[in-house]
């Protein structure tokens, strides 16, 4: 299977920024849709962002709009998320997959973001 691999989560103050990114170990990557998704403790995962195959279409859940952009660079594999203006309720594991998820991509091992003061 495709590996992805998320990176750039942390501890960070409300009112901050991280930006997160996900790369995927194989050039198929190029050809999907791909999804940020975050699953917070005791929570279902949830689709937060995505972004068509070349980048003309994004959406956003409603409790990220306006804070949050994804991006991703098919030259490199690589898919992002710009958070800003973060909100002790983003906390949660964040994952990169495509859109929608499915046996082509394992779920990686998501990356931490921890919003508190």
């Known amino acids: 299977q495709v590996q992805l691999v998320e990176s750039g989560g942390g501890l960070v103050q409300p009112g901050g920024s991280l930006r997160l990114s996900c790369a995927a170990s194989r050039s198929i990557f190029r050809i999907y849709t791909m999804g940020w998704y975050r699953q917070a403790p005791g929570k279902q995962r949830e689709l937060i962002a995505r972004?068509?195959?070349?980048?003309?279409?994004?959406n956003y859940a409603d409790s990220v709009k306006g804070r949050f952009t994804i991006s991703r660079d098919n030259a490199k594999n690589t898919v992002y998320l710009q958070m800003n203006s973060l909100k002790p309720e983003d906390t949660a594991i964040y994952y990169c997959?495509?859109?929608?998820?499915?046996?082509?991509?394992?779920w990686g091992q998501g990356t931490q973001v921890t919003v508190s003061s």
């Open positions: 972004i068509s195959v070349h980048s003309s279409s994004t």
């Open positions: 997959n495509k859109y929608p998820p499915d046996s082509t991509y394992a």
